[in-house]
C-alpha cells in the first residue's frame, strides 16, 4: 500500500517527531532511487532491444526478442526481488509486446494468432500483476470479432463490425471479471476490474457504432448466401437500449459505491446524447447551445457526487 503524506506538516502539527520524519524521508529517497535505476535499467534494455529490431526488420528477430526479454522479465518476478520488481515489469511488458508484435506479422492478423496473442497478455498480465497487459488482452479479444482503430492525418477511426456480439460478449465478460474480483486475492482482483473496466468501455462503444447503423447479422446466415438477405437490427434499437444500459449502469453503480462505472455512464451517457441530438438535428446554433448546457448541468452533476464522496471518506 502506497500511503502520501506531507512530511512537513506533520511535523509542524506535532503528529510526526523530527527523528520519525527523518526515518521517513531516508526512506523515501531510498526508494526513489531504486525506482530511478529500475526504469532507467528497463529502458535502456528496451532501447537495445528496439535497437536490434530496427537493424533487422523481421517479425521473426521481434519474436525472438520478444521471447527473450519475455523470460528476463518472468525470471525477475518469480525470483521476488522487491529492489527489481520495476525492472521486471517494464522488461516482461516490452517482451510480450514484442512477441505479439511479431506473431502477428507472422500471420498476418489471423483469429488464431490474436487469439494467441490474447493469452500471451493474459499469461504475462497475471505473472507481473500488470493491468495494462490484461486491458491490451480484452482489446486483442475485441479483434477477433473485427474491432480495430485507424488514423490517418489528424483522424482517428474506431470500427465495431459486429455490434450485437460486441456487446453480448463484454457484457457477459464484464459481469463475470467484476464476479470474479469478489472471491480473488487483492492483486488478482484488481486485475479483474481492469478487464471489466475495458469490456465495459467496448461495450459502449458496440453501442455507440450499433446507434448509428445498426447490425447486419451476416454471421447468421450460410456463407454461400448473399448478405443483403442477413437479418438486421436497426439502428433505434441500439439507441435505446444503450440508453436503458447507461441508466441501470448508473443506478446500480451509484447503489454499489462504483464511482468509476457511474462516472463510465455519465461521459457515454453524454457521448449518447450529443451523437443521438446532432443526428437528428444537426449542428445548428441553437442545438449546440442546448447540447452544451446539458453537458455543463452533467459536468456539475459528477463533480459534485465525486465530492461528496470525498468528503464522506
Known sequence: ???????????????????????????????????AMNMLIGFGVVAVALGALGLVPEPMVAVVLGALLGSVGLGFVL????????????????????????????????????????????????????????ALAVLALSATIGARTGYMHATYFLAISQPAVTVALFSGLA?????????????????????????????????WIGSLWGDRLTWFVEPSTTSRWAPVIPGWTFSIAWLVAIVGAGIWAARANRPWVLNLAAVFGAIHFYTQWFEKLGATPLSVLVAGVTTLALAVGIWKYNQGRTIAA
Open 79 to 134: 525470483k521476488g526481488e522487491k529492489a527489481w520488481s520495476v525492472l521486471a515489469q517494464i522488461v516482461l511488458l516490452a517482451g510480450a509486446l514484442l512477441l505479439a508484435g511479431g506473431v502477428m506479422f507472422l500471420t498476418k492478423g489471423s483469429v488464431p494468432a490474436l487469439f494467441a496473442v490474447t493469452a500471451i497478455f493474459v499469461g504475462a498480465g497475471v505473472v507481473a500483476r500488470s493491468g495494462l497487459l490484461i
Open 175 to 207: 459481469i463475470a471479471a467484476y464476479q470474479a474480483s469478489k472471491w480473488l486475492k487483492a492483486d488478482l482482483s484488481r486485475l479483474a476490474i481492469v478487464a471489466a473496466r475495458t469490456a465495459l468501455l467496448l461495450v459502449n462503444f458496440g453501442f
Open 1 to 35: 500500500m502506497k500511503i502520501t503524506l506531507d512530511v512537513g506538516k506533520l511535523v509542524e502539527e506535532g503528529r510526526l517527531t523530527p527523528d520519525e520524519a527523518k526515518r521517513l524521508m531516508a526512506l523515501a529517497a531510498e526508494g526513489t532511487g531504486s525506482l
